[in-house]
């Protein structure tokens, strides 16, 4: 089956300790992208990737790092997590940027830093 | 950023009943797409439009692109409760899709 997978699904864990949420894919898409959700902004891209070993800033990335050395992995880093980072996390793939192609997205990591 | 504007917000209606969505931008968009999320899940694409005044449908849905590229619509004939959900508009950009904030919709029985 299709599908992009995210690990863990629920994470609580304490200011500034290092934590990374995974996410691979199984359909060979060039395209990922890290997004989170938060009730009145809706969904904010955090960092996206082109292919592999080419990473870019999205629209809130400061906090956040990731890393693109595998096609199928992409996953989210966050160094020194802070509570303003509680948030529902989503990782997403696709052919393309978005333009003409939809986006296969993850059943999410819902992240609660105390 | 590109920003989209979805209205209304929440959406409340009884089963069997017509409603439609809407979403505005004050930029052109190459291509629009459409998504539906329910609680706990991530957003599952339902459609997407390219083409100035692009008419899809989708069952009882039915999606329109703006001639000038810039809005969208999403029409529901018949609301059924299970098109409850979160109906999310993205716009699709060189570097990914901007999102608009969403339409919840609850179709009560």
């Known amino acids: 089956e299709a599908q992009v997978t995210q690990n863990p699904r629920y994470l609580i864990t304490v200011t500034g300790k290092k934590l990374t949420v995974t996410c691979s894919q199984n359909?060979?898409?060039?395209?990922m992208s890290w997004y989170r959700q938060d009730p009145g902004l809706g969904l904010r891209q955090i960092y996206y990737?082109?292919?592999?070993?080419?990473?870019d800033k999205g629209d809130v990335p400061e906090g956040y790092k990731v890393s693109r050395k595998e096609k199928r992995n992409f996953p989210l880093i966050l160094e020194s997590p802070s509570p303003n980072q509680t948030s529902l996390y989503f990782c997403?793939?696709?052919?393309?940027?978005?333009?003409?192609?939809?986006?296969?997205f993850g059943s999410g990591t819902r992240l609660t830093v105390v | 950023t590109q920003l989209l504007e979805q209205s209304p917000q929440f959406l409340s209606i009884q089963e069997g009943e017509n409603l439609t969505v809407y979403c505005n931008s004050s930029?052109?968009?190459?291509?629009l797409q459409w998504y539906r999320q329910e609680p706990g899940e991530g957003p599952v694409l339902l459609v997407t439009v390219v083409t100035g005044g692009e008419v899809k449908k989708l069952k009882r849905l039915t999606f329109q692109f703006g001639d000038a590229r810039k809005d969208s619509s999403l029409h529901i004939t018949a609301a059924q409760p299970g098109d409850t959900g979160l109906y999310l508009c993205a716009g699709g950009g060189a570097d990914g899709l901007t999102f608009g904030k969403g339409t919840h919709l609850i179709i009560q029985p």
């Open positions: 930029s052109v968009f190459s291509s």
């Open positions: 359909m060979n898409h060039e395209y």
């Open positions: 990737s082109m292919n592999v070993e080419v990473t």
């Open positions: 997403a793939s696709s052919s393309g940027a978005g333009l003409f192609y939809g986006y296969t």
